[in-house]
């Protein structure tokens, strides 16, 4: 029988690349998107948008601090699977709303116990996948791994502990077969600009063609294990596939820091980023996590799961993406269409 799929935050990074993963091994993929003045679907527009639409994609308006609108939805989509995937992701902007990135936390409740209610009511079993992040590592030495102890140091990574025990509370008491994700950083072209590695790349490509003078970051000597979103999100799936459910790392094992990815970054355009980058405080946490390594061993031994893409091959293809955007805002600037900015890109 064709299976299905619900997924929180399918409109991000991670959710785009799922969808598409989920489809192509023939799942009904269904995602959960907030209501939102603006345009915001941009990442899956493909799938649903257009002559030929997926019929196998479906959306639902709905959101974590809504109950009542989850229980709709799961009694509406019966799922096989459900990935949570959707938070306020941006690890510096939670220091400034601690108290809504906490609410984050409680929504991972409202969603295990709307799931835990629809099997009682309905006999049908779910599998849940809950996205976890290395941050809650926080100042845990490297390289880290499951059974290391989590020191978190933001708002963000709190709530993600948070919910990482009420996801091990729900599987060992109500015997829900939920597992943990704990991601490292994982990056593609379609990374939000306002993250380091998206940042860096569409600035330097718009450097290279005169439409940016200037790069403004933060620490540049934070290290961090950077793999492809592509390549975890099938690390997600693998998780659900198992006999029984668990707690697993998914990183490549190898940590650059953020000065040598602007090496990686403005190498390939033959540039020198030293004559660019401007430091602003402004980006500095206020606690600062400065080295995040995993150990993928478990992944790797239990899930069959590799990273196919390295920190190099990954950079390059982001700034092959983001040279041709430029290309485009150029033309379009030249054509008469505005004015790029040329003020540091911040």
């Not at 478990?298 to 293809?317: C, F, Q, V, Y």
Request: charged residues 25%.
């Amino acid at each position: 029988m064709t299976k299905s799929a619900l997924i929180t935050g399918i409109t991000g990074q991670d959710g785009s690349y799922l969808a598409e993963l989920l489809l192509a091994k023939g799942y009904q993929v269904h995602g959960i998107v907030r209501r939102s003045s603006l345009f915001n679907t941009d990442r899956i527009d493909h799938l649903h948008v257009g002559e030929t639409p997926n019929p196998n994609f479906h959306l639902h308006y709905g959101d974590l601090s809504d109950a009542g609108a989850l229980r709709n939805v799961l009694d509406e989509v019966r799922p096989d699977e459900v990935y949570n995937l959707g938070a306020q992701s941006h690890v510096r902007v939670s220091f400034d709303q601690p108290e809504y990135r906490g609410r984050g936390g409680r929504g991972v409740i409202r969603l295990l116990e709307a799931i835990r209610s629809y099997m009682k009511h309905s006999g049908k079993a779910i599998r849940f996948y809950q996205a976890g992040s290395s941050e809650m590592f926080g100042s845990a030495k490297p390289r880290q791994h499951e059974g290391t102890r989590f020191e978190p140091r933001s708002p963000y990574a709190c709530a993600k502990v948070y919910a990482h025990y009420q996801v091990i509370n729900h599987r060992e008491s109500y015997g829900l077969f939920a597992c943990n994700g704990i991601l490292f950083n994982h990056e593609s072209p379609r990374r939000g600009e306002t993250f380091v590695t998206r940042k860096i790349t569409r600035a330097a490509t718009r450097i290279k063609l005169g439409l940016q003078d200037k790069l403004w970051l933060g620490n540049l000597d934070a290290k961090r294990d950077w793999g492809f979103a592509g390549d975890y999100v099938e690390a997600m799936w693998r998780m659900l596939q198992q006999d029984t459910p668990d707690d697993y790392v998914v990183a490549t094992g190898e940590s650059i820091s953020i000065r040598d990815f602007l090496g990686l970054t403005f190498g390939r355009l033959e540039l020198d980023w030293q004559k660019y980058v401007e430091i602003d405080p402004r980006y500095f946490r206020p606690a600062e996590v400065d080295h995040l390594e995993g150990d993928p061993g478990k992944s790797r031994r239990l899930l069959g799961w590799e990273p196919s893409t390295d920190i190099r091959t990954l950079a390059a293809m982001m700034v092959d993406s983001d040279l041709r955007l430029a290309q485009k805002e150029l033309v379009l600037r030249e054509a008469g269409h505005g004015e790029a900015p040329r003020t540091g890109y911040r």
